[in-house]
């Protein structure tokens, strides 16, 4: 392999077997959260407390406890689960056309007049909150090509806030231009972030997401590690033997700088679907991982999308976590708390659903708040038991569309 050089960040310090290095944090950021009603300090790779923890009530008399208009019950299907992790798409539009994600020919866009706009972001996730939602991921489409995206989590944010709730706010990027953002993303109200990196050599990266930007992702890379957003996580789909053969690299990169780095199943979703039974498995990959790396499991939540491993320090790198998310070998459809809501606000209850509910007619029509959330309380209710009946997808439908 050739082009970027794994040392090219340098490492972040050697730290004990299986212990992720501390990030520094930046040194001029007075983070918004210092003086608001919570403060939250990231561990490691702490997971995220489930659903029924949240949200948590200020001490407050009864006349002015937020949760006391908790909609109940929430988001509910009739296998029982519960959402509580939004995903909550902000655009379809991307500035990478990933050759399993986003076909080049793709044409059918949301149509800018029927994109959510700030005001319904800020009514959304305040039903939203309501409704029992304490997780957030903005996803997209690129999330980064929208020039309110600040405005947009600060809205997130605050309505948490409100609610006195502890605002739990995360993103799914390329990262193309981020190092730009960093600042004023982490002063708006963003903690945690997930990196798509499909490979470390710039003409592979190319290659896959016909466009030449590894570089900016490397410069967002580099600015990344002294920012609060830690710890960061690498993701990686595997679509084929190239990106088996590039996971050790892969890994020690994530490991010598300090990140996580999580390996993704190829999905039937976008223009590769109806190849997916030769893509490689979860088995394959961890093959390659056991080929290369010494590891133990790690603990993991139930709705956890990754099965996560510590990988002991050697000669060549620090220990680190690493996970592998086996959406199609191993689904984690039973435990499943998430809700999705796409740029254009319809709620999609699983990524492989073609059936959705439009909030945002509803939302734009005069519709109150406990009428738009019956909306989406109904939409979930009818969560398929299993995303495996629904795949393959049409060609047509993209991850970009829904909010991967
Ligand atoms: N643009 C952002 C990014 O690149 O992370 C967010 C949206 S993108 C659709 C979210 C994630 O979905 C990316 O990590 C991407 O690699 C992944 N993805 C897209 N199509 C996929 C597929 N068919 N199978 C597995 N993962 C896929």
Redesign the pocket.
């Known amino acids: 392999m050739t082009g970027i050089n794994i040392r090219q960040l340098s490492p972040v310090g050697k730290s004990a077997a299986g212990m992720l290095p501390q990030p520094q944090h930046a040194k001029n950021q007075q983070h918004r959260h210092n003086s608001q009603l919570v403060s939250h300090t990231l561990t490691t790779d702490a997971p995220s407390e489930p659903c029924s923890t949240t949200p948590k009530a200020a001490p407050a008399s009864q006349w002015n406890d937020p949760t006391l208009d908790l909609i109940t019950p929430g988001l509910v299907d009739s296998y029982n689960r519960t959402a509580c992790d939004l995903r909550l798409s902000v655009t379809d539009r ?1 500035n ?1 056309r ?1 050759e ?3 076909p080049e020919e793709h044409t059918n866009w949301i149509h800018r007049d029927n994109v959510l706009t700030l005001p319904d972001y800020a009514r959304l996730i305040r039903i939203a909150l309501r409704l029992g939602v304490t997780d957030v991921r903005i ?5 980064l090509l929208r020039r309110d995206l600040e405005a947009i989590i600060s809205t997130v944010h605050d309505a948490f806030i409100e609610r006195t709730m502890t605002p739990r706010i995360a993103m ?3 990262a193309i231009g981020l190092d730009k953002r960093l600042d004023g993303l982490i002063n708006a109200g963003l903690e945690r972030i ?3 990196l ?1 490979s470390l050599d710039p003409a592979r990266y190319a290659a896959l997401a016909k466009r030449d930007r590894l570089a900016s992702v490397m410069r967002t890379l580099a600015a990344i590690r002294d920012s609060q957003l830690w710890p960061v996580k690498l ?1 990686t ?1 595997i679509i084929d033997e190239t990106s088996l053969k590039e996971i050790p690299q892969l890994i020690t990169f994530a490991l010598v700088n300090g990140f996580q780095w999580r390996a ?7 223009p ?2 109806r190849t997916a039974q030769w893509r490689p498995t979860s088995a394959d990959i961890m093959s390659t991982i056991h080929q290369h790396f010494d590891i133990e499991p790690v603990a993991t939540r139930a709705s956890a999308p990754a099965q996560r491993w510590k990988v002991r320090e050697s000669s060549d790198h620090p220990g680190g976590i690493i996970g592998v998310i086996s ?1 199609m070998t191993t689904p984690f459809c039973s435990s499943c708390d998430r809700t999705r809501v796409s740029a254009d606000g319809k709620v999609y209850s699983c990524l492989f659903s073609l059936a959705f509910t439009d909030l945002k007619s509803a939302l734009r029509s005069g519709a109150s708040d406990l009428e738009i959330a019956e909306l989406w309380k109904g939409a979930m209710f009818n969560k398929p038991a299993g995303h495996k009946i629904l795949a393959p997808l049409p060609l047509s439908a ?3 569309h829904i ?2």
Not at 139 to 143: A, D, L, M, W
Not at 264 to 270: A, D, Q, R, T, V
């Open positions: 991307c990478l990933c399993y994600c986003l996803t997209g489409g690129e999330p799914t990027t390329n997930n990196i798509s499909d993701n789909v993704i199943e190829y999905m039937p979703i976008g590769l679907a959406s993209t991850m970009s909010g991967g």
